[in-house]
């Protein structure tokens, strides 16, 4: 197994099997492959835009007037927090309400279907003029955002083989999270301008609107996930669907008679809500939710709350060119870096290694107060998220069936926005009342509970078939 991972190769049992599992743990590690994998990722580049694009353009919508701050806003807060606030509610019922259709009408078209509902009111919120009319669409932006990320998971999951699963997804997240410094630097530049009477944070909008809309032309050529096709039955359509995936890949195929096909796979009655409590999978949804709820506190924490904590230390690294570049090129280079070893060590044990990461750096981050050691710690908080997040998003696809995937997902990931509505109120209040050491206590803490649940209930998934985990 070890020799297959490092030189990029199929494991040796399972080449002459010709199951459908077999057949894609069978495929190479080529450039065909990684290419099918970014081409898949760039759905996702657009959810970590449009999240990292919030605090970007909300100086902007201030500066036209349109966003007030404080009891001036329209629902009596800060429009800059209600219009954070409708992301992850649309975020939390795109994920929990809508992604379960992805097990009913296939992983192609429900993320084809969420691409195109992203651009569309994407295009619909730049033209707006009134504040309610921005947060409105802004919370159908997320529903659709919510619906495409827990799908591609599913979809990465089903597609790629076992051997190569937690790289393929931390190279995923390496293109996805390619769109933090790209936001960052087309709001930089962007936002201050007017081009043809539109303001620049429209342009930022519009930019990820129209580009979504090329992606979703380019994916038009995707073929549906074959564990899904055959799972539904559809045992051709599943065979054929690896048969382009191998050629795809630079490996031959020989396409027998469709009478001969076999997928290897059981055809499973349409998964519902309560499946996903049934006695094998229930520890597994306690387990995830949890891990959810916490490790959005980690993640969100330390990205949106960074400088105003770097502020409560009393130094001006907060508007330093410097911090910005290095705090958002961790995301990508976390991701690739940790591609290279990603398939060496058990998922569970990633997240909670990458958790443990967190606590270390937020400790001595609160400790330190040199400038250059914070932007190190930073960093390394920051290369600790990207981890984490690629680890659990595959982790928590790889712990269900094909007939409950995106269901169990979409319910269990969904804690992590809402937990993000009100970690953020929770933050800022801890903030005003205990000051930096104790939001970091906060974070910390959670990030301890993310490796205590993981750790001890977690089932292992390295190079195991998916749907015998």
Partial sequence: MSEAISSGMPPRQAVNNGTLSARIDALPASAGFWRFIALLSLGGFFELYDLFQTGYISGGLVAENIFHLGTLGVFGISDQAAFASSTFLGLFIGASLLAPYADRFGRRLTFMCALAWYGFFSLLMAFQHQAEWIIFFRLLVGVGLGIELVTIDTYLTESVPSYLRSRAFAFAFFVQFLSVPAVALMSWWLVPQTFLGLTGWRWVVIAGALCS?????????????????????????????????????????????????????????????????RPEYRQRTLMLVVMNIFQAIGFFGFGNWLPALLSGKGTSITHSLLYAFFITLAYPLGSLICSRYADKIENKWQIVFASLMTVVFGTLFALLSN??????????????????????????????????????????????????????IIIGLILQAAGTPGVLAFIVVSMLIVMLVIGIFGPKTRGLDPEKI
């Fill in 213 to 277: 809309l090329v992606i979703w032309i380019i994916r038009k050529n995707l073929p549906e996930s074959p564990r899904w096709l055959a799972q539904q039955g559809r045992h051709l359509e599943a065979h054929q669907g690896v048969t382009r995936m191998e050629l795809r890949c630079g490996k031959p195929s020989t396409e027998p008679a469709p009478e001969a096909i076999d997928t290897g796979e059981i055809i499973q009655q349409q998964g519902r809500f309560r499946d996903i409590w």
């Fill in 371 to 424: 400038p250059i050691l914070l932007i190190v710690c930073g960093f390394c908080i920051t290369y600790s998220n990207a981890w984490l997040t690629y680890s659990y998003h595959a982790y928590q696809t790889e712990v269900f069936p094909t007939f409950i995937r995106a269901r169990a997902v979409g319910f269990c990931y969904s804690f992590s926005r809402l937990s993000t509505v009100f970690s953020s």
